[in-house]
Each structure stands twice: as structure tokens, then as C-alpha cells.
């Protein structure tokens, strides 16, 4: 029934109601643009999130880990950067973490990276960027609208958590961006809920109407 969604390989998506009901509203806004994204990950065991976020802070440097929070990062950046414990065992240290074994991922989070047009067939070949592409954020929007979902954006791609109770987005650190950059060939959401951004676009253009009638 998820058509649109095309997953990575290994990916496996939680049998819950909740990770069910933010696949729906993917399908549903990906069909009616005619689009196929890419879902990089999905369900995680707490090994496998340690795994990840070890293997991250490696690769992207000890300030990626901030994107859980000063008091989680420092706690896990100590466990990673301890000489005592080889890789494995900061792993699974980590892994007893219970905000780690209860982290978004273990409850029906996904991960998607890009979207293409019109056909699957080029879904080997897209590529991703930093901030991710247009259309994929416009996607992001449509999604926002349609279910309940918290997107976290990371770098490259989106995270986006069904089991929030609002819609709302939240900038990592890691990811520079102006409000007017992206949406609509001028902006790019820069945070909040929904409602807040809708009311930032309407405040934009009114200003911009402004100006035209001045001029």
C-alpha cells in the first residue's frame, strides 16, 4: 500500500500504530505529487541506535552527539570517548542507556533523505544535499498537515517522529538556515509549529505586498 515509499535495504519498519499511521500520510503526500522517496532507516533495536550514533560521532565529529540534548550528548560522548573500552563495549554501554533503548527510532521513527519524480526507476542515482532539496521539504509540509509528526532535520535528510503530539520542526545544529531560503522559491521553515509557520508566510508576503504597493 506504500507504494511511493521506497526503503533502503535492511530497513524494517515497526509494526505499530503509529509508525502506520505517519507511512500513510508519506504515501499519501508523496502520491499526490507524484513523487517516490527514499526511506534511509527506519526501526532501530538500542544496540543498533548505539551502533549508529557511535559510528556518527566518529565520521561527523563529537559535536554531531548534540543533537540529543547537552545533558544525553555529554553522557554519551563520555562513554565513546573513554580509551577504556574498546568499540564494541561502548556500544552496548551505551545501548543500557534508557533514553537510548526508548529513542525515537525504537518507536516508529523514519529517516528520509530524497525524493525523485514520477518513477522509482532513478532512485539509485539521486543524490542528497545540505539543507535537503526543495521538494522534499514541501513534501515535509504536506506531511506535517496530514498527521501528527515532530521532524528533526539532520543535516542530509529528515527525521520525523509520529509519536509527537504536535506538528513541529526542529532545526540540529549542525544544519545552517535562513526562514526565507527554500518554501516557495523564498523560504525556508526555520522552526516551530505548523501554525507558526504558516503564520510567518503570511506575514512575509503581506510585508512583500507592502512594498509592491509602496512602490
Known amino acids: 500500500t506504500h507504494t511511493n515509499i521506497i526503503p533502503a535495504a535492511g530497513v524494517i519498519f515497526k509494526n505499530s500504530s503509529a509508525c502506520k499511521r505517519l507511512l500513510d500520510a508519506v504515501q499519501k503526500a508523496a502520491a ?96 542528497t544535499s545540505v539543507p535537503p532539496p526543495l521538494e522534499l521539504t514541501e513534501l515535509m509540509l504536506d506531511v506535517m498537515r496530514l498527521t501528527p509528526v515532530s521532524i528533526l532535520v539532520e543535516e542530509d535528510h529528515y527525521h520525523l517522529n509520529p509519536d509527537a503530539s504536535v506538528s513541529n520542526v526542529v532545526y540540529a545544529p549542525t544544519v545552517s538556515a535562513t526562514l526565507w531560503t527554500q518554501i516557495e522559491g523564498q523560504g525556508f521553515w526555520s522552526g516551530g509549529t505548523l501554525e507558526q509557520i504558516d503564520a510567518a508566510k503570511a506575514a ?3 510585508e512583500e505586498e507592502e512594498e509592491e504597493e509602496d512602490n
Open 204 to 206: 512575509f508576503w503581506a
Open 32 to 127: 499526490a505529487k507524484g513523487k517516490y522517496v527514499r526511506v534511509g532507516s527506519a526501526y532501530r533495536s538500542a544496540y543498533n541506535q548505539a551502533r549508529v550514533m557511535f559510528n556518527n560521532h566518529k565520521s561527523k565529529g563529537p559535536n554531531w552527539l548534540d543533537i540529543y540534548g547537552a545533558k544525553h550528548a555529554d553522557e554519551v560522548r563520555a562513554i565513546f570517548d573513554n580509551t577504556a573500552y574498546d568499540r564494541e563495549a561502548k556500544i552496548r554501554q551505551a545501548a543500557n542507556l534508557p533514553w537510548i533503548a526508548s529513542a525515537s527510532h525504537s518507536t516508529g521513527a523514519i529517516d528520509i533523505s530524497w525524493v525523485i519524480d514520477t518513477s522509482k526507476e532513478g532512485i539509485e542515482s539521486a543524490t
